[in-house]
């Protein structure tokens, strides 16, 4: 059985074969990541795996897979909105995701960022750095997380981890989802959506990215947000309409942002770019002492890597040798 294996970060490389050797199989590794120039890779594979935020959205891609006896694309990732599904399924091809690879990955890292913005930690940076100036201005004052109201869009797996760690820190917590979860009841209150916007102090963002929550976060939110507002995004960064986040914060309608994901991040984010291309919105939020910007990294832990490598390729083998898959995404 050969597998394979799309765009493998350094860390990746380092632990895929010893997990293909577990799972006895091997391993092709492919240093691109999956296009029409690349699927040819696949040729001589019985089935493939990927981890790219650029859309998958070529015909040609999906056809040829089909062409080559594939059954399935397999992401390493636990959101699938990179894929065509009306293509995946023209050419018979299940998609199978990662959904819990490590949602403590994720959810630490909205804490984390929200945990900085809340502490001024930016803005005292600022201050310290233009003027060697180490006193306390009163606006740089802050206050205890214990005391905030953290408002979550979305409490599935990863929302629900971010709900439980800013409980334990005694926040109160408030969300909103499509879904009702009680086994989230002990770690926060439902709340419709504008409730959420407008009660929260701090706002992080935990759903997919579907054509219903595309730019969610826009205008009217920001006008209906609390001025001392931070909002997190570890999610998908097309949830937040970028310019108007960008004029929300210059006209301090909030108090900040905490982003590992934005919207044109798959020209840059996980590259090295040329100074010169990188893109106008980066530069003027990345200048800002209130925004702290992560780039795409909060799936980025040892536990959750391993676990995207392992669980993705078990399920394509198990597609590849007939069986059913543990975690398709075709609707
Ligand atoms: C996901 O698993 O959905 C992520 O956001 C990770 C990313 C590297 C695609």
Known sequence: MRIAMF????????????IAAKQGIEVKLVDDILTPESVVEAKDCDG????????LDQEEVYRTLHDYGIKSIGLRSVGTNTIDFDLAKKYDLIITHVPVYSPRAIAEMAVTQAMYLVRKIGLFHEHMDKDYDFSYPTALISDEIYNKTIGLIG????????AQIFSALGAKVIAYD?????????????????????????ISLHTPLLPSTKNMISTKQFEEMKNTAYLINVARGGLIDTDALIKALQEEQIAGAGLDTLADEATYFGKKV??????????ILRAMPNVIITPHSA????????????????????????????FAANK
């Open 274 to 283: 040329r100074v010169q291309d990188i893109p106008e919105d980066y530069k």
């Open 7 to 18: 765009n493998p970060s350094e860390s990746e490389r380092a632990i895929v074969k010893g």
């Open 178 to 202: 499509v879904i009702y979860n009680p086994a989230n009841e002990p770690f926060l209150t439902y709340a419709d959506f504008d409730t959420v916007i407008k009660e929260a102090d701090v």
């Open 48 to 55: 493939i795996s990927i981890l790219q935020t650029v859309m």
């Open 299 to 326: 799936y980025f832990t040892e536990t959750a890597v391993k676990n995207m490598v392992k669980i993705s390729l078990e399920d394509t083998v198990r597609i590849a040798e007939g069986k059913k898959p543990l």
């Open 155 to 162: 409490v599935g797996n990863i929302g629900s981890a971010v």
